[in-house]
């Protein structure tokens, strides 16, 4: 086999089940509460029903399904513990990664400024999932900026509860998009004029509202 056929040979099944459930999950085609069978998720990517078999126990590993033999995989719901545990450790890191980037740098900055301008994109275009991602990625910048791999490492492991309460919380309160592109621009000015307290506060108040959206207190 030539390494042009290597390149371009496709990913084994279970991959693909993984991938094709776990965007499925993140994006909400596939609701909290939804039962999905082996047998039409092997028709959905056309494979057998062994390597989705194999691709939900990843997937239950991961948190994100329930499996009952003979009846099929559950996908869990976004629970309030959850959306507070992740809130919690959001706030230890993100407070942390703010205070060691200031006085930021142009390129931290300038980064910042490209992810802003995509959130904007995907706003105007209705995409609430390409918005997660770019949201995401504007707080993974300032965590990575900030030079400690392990904490990064540690941030990186909250990606896909991130992206997935993202959109749920988006579509329960729509003005939150809106928000967010304010209070990202907030942030960004204010760690331009390099003001670590104010910064911090920013985060803090930024990051939180999750919570109050979780207790129904919706600001």
Known sequence: MS???????????????????KQAVLDRRYEGGTLLSEGELADAVGVSRTPVREALLRLEAEGLLKLYP???ALVL???AQEIADVVETRLLVEQ???AKVVP?????????????EEQKVHAAAGDLAAFAVADRCFHAAIVRAAGNGILAQLYDQLRDRQLRMGVATMNAEPDR???NITEHTEILQALRAGDAAFVSGLVQRHISWVNNLARGEVR
Not at 3 to 21: G, I, L, N
């Open 96 to 98: 942390h990664a703010v």
């Open 3 to 21: 390494p042009a056929d290597t390149a371009t040979k496709p990913p084994p099944a279970a991959e693909r089940v993984y991938h094709h459930v």
């Open 77 to 79: 719901p976004v629970s």
């Open 104 to 116: 930021a740098g142009e390129k931290l900055l300038g980064r910042l400024e490209e992810l802003l």
């Open 177 to 179: 998009i809106a928000k």
């Open 70 to 72: 003979k009846k099929g």
